[in-house]
């Protein structure tokens, strides 16, 4: 019997295996693939999708406006430590042309947060109260 953590690990795996399943079912596979914007989870499947999975197979009920929250946090982190790499870099506390790189993918999670409070229509007022 899994313990009882592992049910919403096989839930997501059951979800992006059936996913991808459906994908390739049709007569060609596509030669591009989705844009994240398309299938913003994983790009296999949308917000609604993987809650509706991981409810299926016996999961605790998921709250989407928390899971937007800590999609944001994680961005805001990944934002941070590239900031922080390329501080180290340009201070000389650690020359790296690797931490150098990374300090021009700040962009990125920038971005990515632009695009998720976008898509999920948001205001400050809206998801106040939504974190942890």
């Not at 030669?31 to 913003?40: E, F, K, M, T």
């Amino acid at each position: 019997m899994p313990r009882k953590g592992m049910r919403g690990v096989r839930a997501a795996l059951v979800w992006i295996s059936l996913t991808m399943t459906a994908a390739t079912a049709g007569e060609r596979t596509p030669a591009v693939l989705p844009s994240p914007q398309d299938l913003p989870v994983g790009q296999v499947g949308s917000l609604d999708e993987l809650v509706h999975a991981y409810r299926a197979v016996g999961g605790t009920e998921l709250d989407p406006g928390r899971i937007r929250w800590w999609e944001a946090m994680g961005n805001v982190k990944w934002a941070v430590l590239c900031a922080r790499q390329a501080h180290d870099h340009l201070t000389g506390v650690r020359p790296s042309a690797e931490l150098a790189s990374l300090g021009r993918r700040i962009c990125e999670p920038e971005w990515d947060l632009l695009e998720l409070v976008q898509r999920s229509g948001s205001s400050p007022e809206r998801v106040e109260g939504a974190g942890p």
